[in-house]
């Protein structure tokens, strides 16, 4: 039965690409390419780890809950078809696509790329909280050195549509205080916390709740990790270059420890070993899609040496 909902049979035949257990509630893809391996759940459409050949580059948290109706907190789940509350508080934060199931609908590899193609189309439960027809489709490319997400929105109803939305990646850090978030210098952003706007000169460091909306077009943004060396000295100097596309902002974000602390998915200390560096359309900008046509909202990470 699970087979046919969410088209297992797209994997025969495929080495690199697999689902691990096809009867298991919350069904996991892993993807493989060289040294280079992510994990994907069919709920949420998600992205829950990605590792490449010298280190974990998204944040895995062995402690995300997985139920239905509530979002994985881990890798890069989707926001969409908008971003933060809802006007209705009665909606869910961050919109549905993070909390359906969502189907298979092609894999292919090479030597040198794993793809995995995921659907999601609207049902009553999506119907019921935002009536438009649509059709999403996210591209999941795996080479040797990079992951790559292209979310396509495709708008399959006869009037407009407006969405904002995130691809919401969780990144795995050494330390928070190890941490250095570049290129948003001089970008103006908007302060979630007191709702003020403001920009900074020197690249962004955290010593306390952040939550900030970045407004910007531009595609590059680099996570540079000093990897403080801890108990374990398995930490090393890093950096993350995240390229964005189709998005009108970038948010950064990290709750902290009182926040952290009452999120029942994040244990103790673990909010410190990650940032959200996150590709976003603004909930104040929303992104119009015509009856017909296609929106792309995309990342692209990869490591630069330093
Ligand atoms: O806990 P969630 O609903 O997944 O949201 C986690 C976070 O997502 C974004 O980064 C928002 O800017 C934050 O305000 C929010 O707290």
Redesign the pocket.
């Known amino acids: 039965m699970a087979t046919e909902i969410f088209n297992f049979q797209a994997l025969q035949n495929l080495t690199q690409i697999r689902v691990l257990d096809q009867n298991a509630a919350f069904p996991l893809i892993e993807m493989q390419c060289g040294d280079s391996q992510a994990t994907v759940s069919l709920y949420g459409g998600q992205v829950l780890s990605y590792q490449n050949s010298r280190r974990i580059v998204l944040w895995p948290n062995r402690h995300a809950v997985f139920k239905t109706g509530k979002?994985i907190?881990a890798g890069i789940?989707i926001c969409w078809p908008w971003f933060?509350p809802h006007t209705d508080a009665t909606k869910p934060?961050?919109g549905f696509a993070r909390t359906q199931f969502w189907q298979i609908e092609s894999a292919s590899e090479n030597a040198h790329l794993s793809k995995l193609v995921l659907r999601l189309t609207e049902n009553t439960e999506t119907l019921a909280l935002w009536p438009h027809h649509f059709q999403l489709r996210l591209v999941i490319q795996l080479d040797e050195t990079s992951l790559k997400l292209m979310l396509q929105i495709h708008n399959t109803g006869d009037k407009a549509f407006e969405f904002s939305g995130a691809l919401?990646s969780y990144f795995q850090i050494s330390d928070i205080a190890a941490v250095a978030v570049h290129d948003l210098e001089q970008v103006s952003y908007r302060d979630?916390l007191n709702g003020k706007t403001d920009r900074a000169k020197a690249p962004i460091r955290f010593d306390s709740e952040t939550?900030r909306?970045y407004q910007t077009e531009k595609a590059r943004v680099t996570l540079r990790d000093n990897g403080q060396e801890d108990e374990r000295k398995d930490t090393l100097p890093a950096a993350t270059q995240i390229n964005s596309f189709g998005h009108n902002a970038v948010?950064v974000?990290n709750?902290w420890q009182n926040k952290a602390a009452s999120?029942n998915d994040i244990a103790p200390d673990h909010w410190r070993h990650f940032v959200?560096v996150?590709t976003a359309v603004d909930p104040q900008k929303p992104v119009m899609v015509p009856a017909g046509k296609t929106a792309l909202l995309g990342v692209e990470i990869h490591d630069v040496s330093i």
Do not use: F, L, S
């Open positions: 979002a907190r789940p933060g934060a961050h919401h979630q939550d909306i948010v974000w709750p999120m959200c996150e």
